[in-house]
């Protein structure tokens, strides 16, 4: 069996560029799969919300959903670390509630860890949580979390001001105790040079291939999730295309009295 996947371990992965690599879940056969095939480490992301539960952004998501969705994908893994994802204003308000809410991921939800969107002003969040044991991944560049104040799901870290504030963001989480941060839709360079800059690791998706590491969206790698597919985003497969045929087979075998046949009758 893998061994199992540790904070310890992700930063010695740095250290030696070995990739880290990344995937979500949101149940129990998913994350079994992914575990199965040595994935590092899942996350219940609050993807969720879009990819699962039909919303257009991940604002509706609730703590419940995610402690539920958690469970699930923990009762499937035996050596990825399980990341709960903290949903909208279950950290911002303020840094005690935000350590309430991280302790529910691991003491209900069976997470090892946690990851929360923001930069500096996150940071006595980020700071609490470590302290009292949790690990945490911090997120930057895109945090869809904050859709409405970007004016939509778009490439961040493009100016100048917003370059520095990214870098002097990441310097901040590691200072904080974050044990690695996500950079989401940020150019490459940018993304290169926060991670020449931190010890601790990188998860890029849409940040280029120097990260310590890559995460993507399982429904967005298969091919499931249509509706939209950004441009960082690699199709590995069709899976909605052969989901479709197989239905649409079994409608018709069932209309046709083909399905079941001998061999699945009871006699
Ligand atoms: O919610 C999520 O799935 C995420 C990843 C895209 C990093 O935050």
Redesign the pocket.
Known sequence: MKEKVTVIRLVKMKQEAEKITML?AYDYLTAKLLDDMGIDLI?V????GMVVLGYDT?LAVTMDDMIHHTKAVARGVKSSMVIG?MPFMSYQVNADEALKNAGRFLQEAGAHAV?LEGGEEMADKVDKIAKAGIPVMG?LGLT?QSVHQMGGFKVQGREEGQKEKLLRDAKILEEAGAFSI?L?CVPKGLATEITKAISIPT?G?GAGCECDGQ???TQDLLGMYDKFVPKFVKQYTKLSDDIKKAVSNYILEVKEGKFPAEEHEFH
């Not at 992301?45 to 969720?48: A, E, N, P, V, W």
């Open positions: 979500t996350l992301g609050d993807s969720l991940t994802d990851k997120h869809p996500v989401e998860l998706i995460v993507l969206v």
